[in-house]
């Protein structure tokens, strides 16, 4: 069974900084992108950031320029860098893992997710 964890949620005032980290762990063979989504309340959960194995990066147009996702391979981490925080940045960040083989001897693949960390930024 594959878990993540995440850590680095917290309260920082507008214009702060945190950095949120995201570690796999478990049977994993091989694994696609890894990325960070957000849901804010009553709003829809919506990707932040994602990269690939080979560091291939997408972001999301309202955080551009201010955060910066990153991810050790061989440590099946995924990080997310988020400076010049804003209070519309509040919301529940959860990590993803994509297409994650735990296997050798069959080719099946799965999505896994992290239970999620608050991020609250006050004005």
């Known amino acids: 069974q594959v878990q993540l964890m995440e850590s680095g949620g917290g309260l920082v005032q507008a214009g702060g900084s945190l950095r949120l980290s995201c570690a796999a762990s478990g049977t994993i063979i091989s694994m696609n992108a890894m990325g960070w989504y957000r849901q804010a309340p009553d709003k829809q959960r919506e990707l932040v950031a994602s990269?690939?194995?080979?560091?291939?990066?997408n972001y999301a147009d309202s955080v551009k320029g201010r955060f910066t996702i990153s991810r050790i391979n061989t440590e099946n981490t995924v990080y997310l860098q988020m400076n010049s925080l804003k209070p519309e940045d509040t919301a529940v960040y959860s990590c993803?893992?994509?297409?994650?083989?735990?296997?050798?001897?069959?080719?099946?693949?799965?999505?896994?997710w992290g239970q999620g960390t608050q991020v609250t930024v006050s004005s």
């Open positions: 990269i690939t194995p080979r560091g291939r990066t």
């Open positions: 993803n893992a994509e297409g994650v083989r735990t296997s050798y001897y069959t080719a099946n693949h799965q999505d896994y």
